[in-house]
């Protein structure tokens, strides 16, 4: 994949990961015996992922402007978490894979500091 092209879907997939969170959150928050930890933990994670995706926007002027995308929920907490950890072992091969083709050392640090 291009460089280009890399970071256009390092950042699709990181806003997925918000939207995916944040309806996760809502869900299994007041159905769930543990709701209110599962909730602070989706609603953590889609705030860090957040913060990431601004931090990306900077590195390369590239639009990270968030709008809500529709997400299905899981049907289990446990469904979910598998879900999400596939979802992370994708965007950790897309950051070094970004990380790899990145020639510029400020760059590579900050995507260092993310993986």
Do not use: C, W
């Not at 543990?34 to 390369?60: D, H, I, N, P, Q």
């Not at 050392?105 to 995507?111: E, L, P």
């Amino acid at each position: 994949m291009k460089l280009k092209e890399l970071i256009r879907v390092t950042i699709n997939t990181e806003m997925e990961a918000v939207s995916a969170y944040e309806v996760e959150a809502e869900t299994f928050g007041p159905a769930h015996k543990f709701g209110a930890e599962v909730s602070a933990l989706y609603t953590r994670l889609a705030m860090e992922k957040r913060a990431r995706l601004k931090v990306m926007g900077g590195f390369f002027k590239e639009g990270t402007g968030f709008r809500k995308r529709h997400t299905e929920p899981a049907r289990s907490v446990e469904a979910s978490l598998r879900t999400n950890v596939s979802r992370s072992e994708k965007s950790l091969v897309l950051y070094a894979d970004l990380y790899t083709q990145l020639t510029k050392q400020v760059f590579r640090d900050g995507i260092s500091v993310m993986l």
